[in-house]
């Protein structure tokens, strides 16, 4: 299983980006995908995710009405629109997928398989 993410960069404040995750080896049509975030010296935190089956999402409180977060089926793939970007969303951002199903989406513990991450960067 591979998830390929693409997408990240520099932007000024109140631009935006689109992440996208790529999954091959696997469909995860029937569980999820989610993307978190890390910057140095801080744990990895929850972004967003989606329960496939259902096109639930879920959201961080801090993107909430910022960010969206999509699907394409055909592809395999999840999109994660991000507008209005404030410097503190700079990170390196991580899709993550799991090996079956989740109970608890915010939680890194639940995802087996991660991308490589790409690095946002957000100026002031």
């Known amino acids: 299983v591979q998830l390929q993410a693409s997408g990240g960069g520099l932007v000024q404040a109140g631009g935006s980006l689109r992440l996208s995750c790529a999954a091959s080896?696997?469909?995860?049509?029937?569980?999820?995908m989610a993307w978190f975030r890390q910057v140095p010296g801080k744990e990895r935190e929850f972004v967003a995710g989606?329960?496939?089956?259902?096109?639930?999402?879920y959201y961080t409180d801090s993107v909430k009405g910022r960010f969206t977060l999509s699907r394409d089926n055909a592809r395999n793939t999840v999109y994660l629109q991000m507008n209005s970007l404030k410097p503190e969303d700079t990170a390196v951002y991580y899709c993550?997928?799991?090996?079956?199903?989740?109970?608890?989406?915010?939680?890194?513990?639940?995802?087996?398989?991660w991308g490589q991450g790409t690095l946002v960067t957000v100026s002031s």
């Open positions: 989606i329960r496939w089956s259902a096109g639930i999402t």
């Open positions: 993550a997928a799991p090996s079956g199903l989740v109970t608890d989406y915010h939680s890194r513990w639940e995802y087996d398989f």
């Open positions: 080896g696997r469909s995860f049509s029937r569980y999820g």
